[in-house]
Each structure stands twice: as structure tokens, then as C-alpha cells.
């Protein structure tokens, strides 16, 4: 994946140096398929994956009249 500046963390949102990121795909609330995100480490790509962060869209939901 072609960068043209510096990522910063989807966990802490510390920056990331070009080429040490780490990309993980990652379910987010806002979207039904997974996203790439970046990451500084594994223990933050695992952590994001346990605590997932955001907030899910309620017009997404058919069903759902709010």
C-alpha cells in the first residue's frame, strides 16, 4: 500500500513511522464488511479488536425504524 504521510495508531493515535505499521483487518460498527486499519503493534490491533470502537449507524439497519 502506497503512503504518502504518516498513519497514526487506530488504537492510541500515536504517529507511526513509514513502513513499521502493522494493517489489520478490523470490524467496525459503522460498516457491515472489514476494514484495513493501521496499528504500532499487535497488542494494539488485538486490543482494538476486543474493545471495538465507534458507534453503529442506525440507518444501516433495515429493521430498525430509529
Known amino acids: 500500500m502506497v503512503q ?8 492510541c493515535g500515536e504517529k507511526i513511522e513509514k513502513g513499521k505499521e502493522i494493517w489489520e483487518y478490523v470490524k467496525l ?9 493501521p ?3 499487535k497488542d494494539h490491533a488485538q486490543l482494538f479488536k476486543l ?13 430498525c425504524k430509529e
Open 29 to 37: 460498527p459503522e460498516f457491515t464488511t472489514l476494514k484495513i486499519k
Open 39 to 41: 496499528f504500532c503493534s
Open 4 to 11: 504518502f504521510f504518516k498513519k497514526k495508531c487506530s488504537y
Open 51 to 63: 474493545n471495538i470502537v465507534g458507534t453503529p449507524a442506525r440507518s444501516s439497519c433495515p429493521n
